[in-house]
Nanobody, 121 residues
Framework: QVQLVESGGGLVQPGGSLRLSCAAS????????MRWYRQTPGKQRELVAG???????NYADSVKGRFTISRDNAKNTMYLQMNSLKPEDTAVYYC???????????????WGQGTQVTVSS
């Protein structure tokens, strides 16, 4: 009933910028937390940034000062503005959310399919 779809990935040169989007749709009552993760083959999945419905934000140390997370609650959409990109930012970026759906009790976790970000000269 709830789907997360990422978009905005691509190939950029070091120092460039991208903006990722994650749109949530379906039978949504509320979204408490939205987060961006990233993963490279052979490496553990890494939490990049998170934002709550109240606007509390946290970032991984590796992206502080370069990435900005935001959300539009009216659109059920989350964004990740990525500036000063480095080759080590190359990964598949995944949208994650803690969602309360209509017609059911409790919260559940939802994941998007991922979008590829490649930073290379």
């Amino acid at each position: 009933q709830v789907q997360l779809v990422e978009s905005g990935g691509g190939l950029v040169q070091p120092g460039g910028s991208l903006r990722l989007s994650c749109a949530a749709s379906g039978s949504i009552f509320s979204i408490n937390v939205m987060r961006w993760y990233r993963q490279t083959p052979g490496k553990q999945r890494e939490l990049v940034a998170g934002i709550t419905s109240g606007g509390s934000i946290n970032y991984a140390d590796s992206v502080k000062g370069r990435f900005t997370i935001s959300r539009d609650n009216a659109k059920n959409t989350m964004y990740l503005q990525m500036n000063s990109l480095k080759p080590e930012d190359t990964a598949v970026y995944y949208c994650n959310a803690i969602v309360r759906a209509l017609f059911v009790s409790g919260d559940f976790e939802s994941w998007g399919q991922g979008t590829q970000v490649t930073v290379s000269s």
